[in-house]
């Protein structure tokens, strides 16, 4: 049976992913890059505590775009910025942490 090390819980009962999700405080902002290009980014993730390589996944998935993850910030191709705040409430963040500029 694997056991967690920060909470000595084990794995299937292990809370520091979700304890994490609702500790962060997200910004949803859309910008415009070179020839016109909308970016959708995605700040205030903590790489440590989240897993934000598999987050980034799941919403290239789900808006069937491009993207990538570095420094704790998701970028992804296209505007999706009310879509994006749906979605990670979906995965358990709380909603007042979650601010789209």
Known sequence: MDVC???GLPSDLCVCESIAKEQQKIVI????RKYKKH???I???DGKQIDVKSLTKL???KFACGGTAKDGTIELQGQHGRKVK???IKEGFPEESIEVK
Do not use: A, F
């Open 86 to 88: 749906e979605v990670l």
């Open 43 to 45: 700040e205030g993730l």
């Open 39 to 41: 970016m959708t980014i």
């Open 29 to 32: 902002s859309d910008v415009r």
């Open 59 to 61: 919403l290239k998935q």
């Open 5 to 7: 090390q920060k909470c």
